[in-house]
């Protein structure tokens, strides 16, 4: 199976940076896209921002220009760099991995057990 490790999370100021990261391991034979979403208390989780293998990459509306991801293919590892936090990026943050596992045809979504991100004002 697929495991994702996150590390990264914590308490920060208004205006100040973290940066997430996301390790994969287990039987991969090809992880297509990684990703991190976001869940705040009484909200829906919603997606902050994927990766593909080919480096194609997509981002939330509120989270463009301030937020950025990057991947090592390599380390099958994902970052998520976020400059200028705001009270409203506190929430839990899940990485996500669209992986197909090894000697199978079958991909499916992996999720991490999430990282809390608090922003004070």
């Known amino acids: 199976q697929v495991q994702l490790v996150e590390s990264g999370g914590g308490l920060v100021q208004a205006g100040g940076s973290l940066r997430l990261s996301c390790a994969a391991s287990?039987?991969?034979?090809?992880?297509?896209?990684m990703g991190w979403y976001r869940q705040a208390p009484g909200k829906q989780r919603e997606l902050v921002a994927t990766?593909?293998?080919?480096?194609?990459?997509n981002y939330a509306d509120s989270v463009k220009g301030r937020f950025s991801i990057s991947r090592d293919n390599a380390k099958d590892t994902v970052y998520l760099q976020m400059n200028s936090l705001n009270p409203e990026d506190t929430a839990v943050y899940y990485c996500?991995?669209?992986?197909?596992?090894?000697?199978?045809?079958?991909?499916?979504?992996?999720w991490g057990q999430g990282t809390q991100v608090t922003v004070s004002s």
């Open positions: 287990g039987s991969i034979f090809r992880i297509n896209a």
């Open positions: 996500n991995a669209r992986a197909r596992v090894r000697f199978t045809s079958i991909e499916r979504d992996y």
């Open positions: 990766i593909t293998s080919a480096g194609s990459t």
